[in-house]
Structure formats: structure tokens, C-alpha cells
């Protein structure tokens, strides 16, 4: 197939121009436990990042574009969305743009700019694989939206800018998948990133109150252990939360939510991920004593956080 080398130089040029927008507008955040990225999110020097990034606690450092660097606080994270937001003091950052990530469609071209293995302002290049991806992370979290990506996703980028070609943020790069049959190692070509529609709300609730007012996400009440095939073990029950307004009490084995069985604390929370508070579900438990029981949970709203 012919190429139109009129075609190719203009979209070599709008690269190039988006990279020039946006790169001023993506940090470097170095922590004790290691590097990763961050973007402008406004004039007043707040960052929003990955709260996996900031895991650990610890000082920050901010290193813009131009190699400036500037002492940072956390403002606060929201782990259940994987969203903190970071404070640079007294630093004269440019802030980015960001877009509706709602709009996207599979094959949109989109630039991933961070600082992989602290190779400050990298990019990658590569398309909407698809939308709408239930990922677990490492570390628990499951994400319910994530956008895919064939843009290559390394140690670093997390926290980074995923852009269209207009130079809109449209997502926050956040893992790579991996693949048991290369030792765990990062699979080529499958990154995931928390869309801009998340980010951008989440960050602004940080912004404006200090902490997240408003999760949008579903809430049992309930913390979780493994270690039966046949369902969840409930350890403790939240007072006068869903769960326990439906009469559920540790001890209580979760075997089905909505008929669909669950074996993991990880299997419930991809389950909730799809549901939204207010929503009324069918639970499926074992009592200590053996007896089945179905009960009704009108689920609540994922506590805000504020640290």
C-alpha cells in the first residue's frame, strides 16, 4: 500500500507539536522507594500522580522538564482509584490540558510521556487498544475503566500523561500486564492507564476539599479474607454499614454477589467495581453453622480519603 509522504510529515508534525505542549507539563517525582511521573494539574503547583507512586511515605522531590527541582508534600491519595495529588511549593510549573477520555475510540493515536527508569521527558507512541478494562493491580486495587494501550508502559511511566493528538491528557499511565510465561515480565504492547474522566475528578475533589467527597465507587462494608474454595470469609463488618444493615456478621462466608460466585477478596472488589452506590444486591453467604442464606445489601459509597 502507497504511503502519502504529505500525510506522514503532517502527522510527524503534530507529534512533534503535542510532545512541545505537553512535556513541560510532566514532572518527575522521586521518592525513597524510587522514581515515577506526575502532571501539572493546575497554575498553583498540585500534581496529580499515581498513589502507588507515593507508596511509602517519605520526602518528594519534583524535577520539571528543565531539570528544576522542588520540595513536594502529599495533599492526599485515593488508593481505591489509584489517584494522589502532590504539592510542589513555591514552583512555577505550566499546568496541562486535560480532555474528556469518554470520547475516545479503540485505534485513537495517544503519546505516553513520562520518565521511565528515570529517562526524564521519554515518549512512547502507540493506540487505544480498547476501553473499559477491569484491572487488578499488585498491590490489590482494581481499577474498573482502564483504558489499553499499545503505548509501552515501563517502570517510571506511572503517574505520567497518556495524550491525544490535540495534547489533552486523556488517561494517567499506570501499569503494564504482565505475562507468567516471560517470569512475570512485562508483556509487550498492553499498558493500562486510569482515564482522564477519573483523574480529573478525583483530583479536583483533593484540589478543592483536601480529601475525595464523592468516590462513585460501590461499598459492602466489609474486610475480607481468602483461604476457601467455596467463597470469601468475612473477618469484620463496618458498624451500621450495607453489610452489616443486611444482618451480615464475621464469620459469614460470602459465596455469591448477584449470582456470581465469588473465591477471592480480589473477585469481590471486580464485582463492586461494576456497581454503584445505591444499587441494591442479591448476596449469597454460609453462616458459621453451615446454613445457606440470601440476603439483600444496598451498597453504600466508598469512603473519601484524605491521607
Same mark, same amino acid.
Given at each position: 500500500m502507497a504511503t502519502n509522504p504529505v500525510a506522514l510529515a503532517d502527522l510527524q508534525r503534530s507529534f512533534v507539536g503535542v510532545i512541545d505542549r505537553v512535556n513541560p507539563a510532566v514532572v518527575q517525582i522521586s521518592t525513597p522507594q524510587g522514581l515515577g511521573s506526575g502532571v501539572v494539574f493546575d497554575h498553583n503547583g498540585d500534581i496529580v500522580t499515581n498513589a502507588h507512586v507515593l507508596a511509602g511515605g517519605g520526602s518528594l522531590q519534583v524535577t520539571d522538564s528543565s531539570g528544576h527541582a522542588y520540595g513536594a508534600t502529599v495533599v492526599a491519595m485515593f488508593k481505591p482509584d489509584d489517584v494522589a495529588v502532590v504539592h510542589a511549593q513555591h514552583a512555577q510549573l505550566t499546568s496541562a490540558?486535560? !480532555?474528556?477520555?469518554?470520547? *475516545?475510540?479503540?485505534?485513537?493515536?495517544?503519546?505516553?510521556?513520562?520518565?521511565?527508569?528515570?529517562?526524564?521527558?521519554?515518549?512512547?507512541? !502507540?493506540?487505544?487498544?480498547? *476501553?473499559?478494562?477491569?484491572?487488578?493491580?499488585p498491590n490489590g486495587v482494581v481499577l474498573p475503566d482502564a483504558i489499553q494501550t499499545s503505548a509501552p508502559i515501563n517502570p517510571g511511566n506511572s503517574g505520567g500523561a497518556l495524550v491525544d493528538l490535540n495534547g489533552d491528557v486523556v488517561g494517567i499511565p499506570t501499569l503494564a500486564a504482565t505475562d507468567p510465561e516471560l517470569g512475570g515480565s512485562a508483556a509487550p504492547g498492553i499498558g493500562f492507564a486510569v482515564p482522564s474522566s477519573v483523574v480529573a475528578d478525583i483530583a479536583s475533589q483533593i484540589v478543592n476539599n483536601g480529601r475525595v467527597t464523592n468516590s462513585h465507587r460501590a461499598f459492602l462494608g466489609v474486610d475480607l479474607a481468602s483461604g476457601l474454595a467455596t467463597g470469601v470469609v468475612v473477618v469484620s463488618v463496618q458498624h451500621a454499614g450495607p453489610a452489616a444493615r443486611a444482618g451480615i456478621v464475621p464469620g459469614d462466608v460470602i459465596v455469591s454477589i448477584n449470582g456470581q460466585p465469588v473465591t477471592s477478596p480480589s473477585a469481590v472488589a471486580e464485582v463492586l467495581a461494576t456497581l454503584s452506590p445505591g444499587e441494591t444486591v442479591?448476596?449469597?453467604?454460609?453462616?458459621?453453622?453451615?446454613?445457606?442464606?440470601?440476603?439483600?445489601?444496598?451498597?453504600?459509597?466508598?469512603?473519601?480519603?484524605?491521607?
Open positions: 490540558s486535560f !480532555g474528556d477520555s469518554r470520547r *475516545l475510540r479503540v485505534g485513537d493515536i495517544v503519546l505516553a510521556i513520562g520518565n521511565p527508569l528515570g529517562l526524564r521527558s521519554s515518549v512512547t507512541e !502507540g493506540i487505544v487498544s480498547a *476501553l473499559g478494562r477491569t484491572v487488578d493491580e442479591t448476596v449469597g453467604i454460609t453462616t458459621p453453622n453451615g446454613e445457606h442464606a440470601t440476603v439483600k445489601v444496598r451498597l453504600g459509597q466508598y469512603p473519601g480519603s484524605g491521607g
